[in-house]
Nanobody
Framework: QVQLVESGGGLVQAGGSLRLSCAAS????????MGWSRQAPGEQRESVAR???????YYVDAVKGRFTISRDNAKNTVYLQMNNLRPEDTANYYC?????????????????WGQGTQVLVSS
């Protein structure tokens, strides 16, 4: 059973910073990519940032230059450093692990989501 545990959300003033962490566990052999999505109230979930095991990175335009994604492959952990936060960044942030191969089903990679962590940015 693969689990993703997120931490680091909270309340911050505009211009402030937060760092999100997400650790994946569960007899994992490899993870193709890890990333973060967010969903604001009444909005659709959107992909914010993604990083592959080889280090290729994607950011949505709205966070470029402010957010930095990084990954520790040995720890199956992904981080999202969020600087210069804006009220429009307020959302629930979800960690995602994509293409996860486990010892139980090594030939059937699956995707998993975390439970989400709330980020509130006040103006």
């Amino acid at each position: 059973q693969v689990q993703l545990v997120e931490s680091g959300g909270g309340l911050v003033q505009a211009g402030g910073s937060l760092r999100l962490s997400c650790a994946a566990s569960g007899n994992i052999l490899s993870i193709s990519a890890m990333g973060w999505s967010r969903q604001a109230p009444g909005e659709q979930r959107e992909s914010v940032a993604r990083i592959t095991s080889g280090g290729n990175i994607y950011y949505v335009d709205a966070v470029k230059g402010r957010f930095t994604i990084s990954r520790d492959n040995a720890k199956n952990t992904v981080y999202l450093q969020m600087n210069n936060l804006r009220p429009e960044d307020t959302a629930n942030y979800y960690c995602q692990a994509m293409g996860v191969r486990t010892a139980l089903v090594p030939d059937n990679p699956l995707d998993y989501w975390g439970q989400g962590t709330q980020v509130l940015v006040s103006s």
